[in-house]
């Protein structure tokens, strides 16, 4: 068993604490122990004293603790309860004016309101994580969505999943997470780590992402960007198939209407072929469709 510890050692032993916590894999809990990578995160998020952090998972709060002693303010979501003695010991002189912990589902809160509720919309948001990589894709759509303003985001995701991130249209990775990461603004591998970087060791290498809001990002505001996410998810499930002939089957336009002639006028001004397939349009041809459909009225969504 090369290297990998005890499990139910490499919490207590990292943590210097006499607890019986056995990680749960299921919740991705592959706490980080790299010194050198945690130190290397919170250098990338630049923290300037406005910033605002959202952490996602600090279980047994190895990053957290030094981005709270960097971070103006942190806000940290964590699913499991039982972190909750660890973290309120290690973060104890941070708690309340500098720290909020919130116990739930990343994937069930409203990110946007808790972040306005922290006074969020004069700081600028940074987001860090060493994502569970079960939910990676479902996390990184909701923060895109929910948080479109966000500054930039550092994230620990599992090596195969940046070929999804990154992927160009007409891939097969090529979907609404590479869509939406792509509008979002730009994305670059900033570290890779072995598994040996983690207690326990994950079946899997990671890579660091380090990905920056554009200047005149499409996805500023969270509306639209809801809508959006919605209507790729619709757009996504019947990826290779001829999408005016789906939306006609699935009688969002009628078949020579004024709404498909409409229609069938923007693609042509927009250069997209008639029998276009969504995988083959580029984020911006795709943010451009979704935004005329929905001027048109012919809104399909997930
Ligand atoms: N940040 C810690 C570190 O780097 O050592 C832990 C990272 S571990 C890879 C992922 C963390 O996310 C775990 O603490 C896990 O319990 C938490 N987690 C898993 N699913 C979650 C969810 N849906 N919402 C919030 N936290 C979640």
């Excluded at 998810?233 to 002639?261: I, P, T």
């Amino acid at each position: 068993m090369s290297g990998i510890l005890n499990p139910k050692m490499a919490v207590s032993e990292l943590n210097n604490l006499t607890t019986d916590l056995i990680p749960n894999r299921a919740l991705g809990q592959n706490f980080l122990v790299s010194q050198r990578a945690i130190s290397f995160i919170v250098e990338s998020l630049q923290l300037c004293p406005d910033d605002l952090v959202l952490e996602i998972g600090p279980g047994t709060g190895n990053l957290t603790l030094p981005l709270v002693q960097k971070a103006d303010f942190l806000v940290a979501v964590e699913i499991d309860r039982r972190f909750q003695p660890i973290l309120q010991r290690k973060l104890a002189n941070f708690l309340g004016p500098k720290v909020r912990l919130i116990w739930d589902d990343i994937l069930n809160i409203d990110l946007l309101n808790i972040v306005l509720e922290l006074g969020g919309q004069d700081k600028a948001i940074k987001i860090a994580a060493n994502l569970p990589y079960y939910a990676t894709t479902n996390i990184i759509l909701k923060l895109l969505t929910e948080l479109p303003s966000a500054k930039m985001l550092v994230l620990m995701v599992q090596r195969e999943a940046v070929t999804r991130i990154t992927a160009d249209s007409g891939t097969k990775e090529y979907g609404p997470l590479a869509v939406m990461v792509s509008l979002y603004g730009n994305v670059k591998t900033i570290m890779k780590l072995p598994a040996s970087a983690f207690e326990p060791q994950p079946p899997v290498e990671s890579t660091l992402l380090k990905l920056t809001a554009a200047k005149a990002s499409l996805l500023k505001d969270p509306i639209s960007a809801q809508s959006f996410v919605s209507f790729l998810l619709y757009a996504f499930r019947g990826r290779r198939k001829q999408f005016l002939g789906r939306l006609r089957r699935e009688g969002y336009v009628v078949k020579d209407s004024h709404q498909e002639n409409e229609l069938i006028s923007y693609l042509e001004q927009s250069e997209i072929r008639r029998d276009f397939r969504v995988e083959e349009l580029s984020p911006n041809q795709l943010f451009g469709l979704h935004n005329y459909l929905r001027q048109i009225s012919c809104f399909p969504s997930d």
